[in-house]
């Protein structure tokens, strides 16, 4: 059974930071490249970063620079530093795993950015 489990959201002050991390279980980790989106009330899903098999990381360009996604093969963990968050950053976060034949979510960790 596939299971991709989020944790590590919460509640934030502007200006904070958060790490989210994500296991995987049920799957050939590195296999898969790892990616984190996001979903805003209202808004579509979208990717915030990513982060290949190989370990190349890409990212939202709204989030260069803040954001640093990155992989623990040996924990099958994929992680994701969010720094200097914005309360435009408030959002669900979401898990993904790929493979040109399989994707795969976990359940979502809240994010909120308030004063």
């Known amino acids: 059974q596939v299971r991709l489990v989020e944790s590590g959201g919460g509640l934030v002050q502007p200006g904070g930071s958060l790490r989210l991390s994500c296991a995987a279980s049920?799957?050939?980790?590195?296999?898969?490249?790892m990616g984190w989106y996001r979903q805003a009330p209202g808004k579509q899903r979208e990717l915030v970063a990513l982060i290949t098999k190989g370990g190349s990381p890409n990212y939202a360009d709204s989030v260069k620079g803040r954001f640093t996604i990155s992989r623990d093969n040996a924990k099958n963990t994929v992680y994701l530093q969010m720094n200097s968050l914005k309360p435009e950053d408030t959002a669900v976060y979401y898990c993904n795993a790929r493979t040109v034949v399989a994707t795969q979510w976990g359940q979502g960790t809240q994010v909120t950015v308030s004063s």
């Open positions: 049920g799957i050939i980790f590195i296999l898969y490249d």
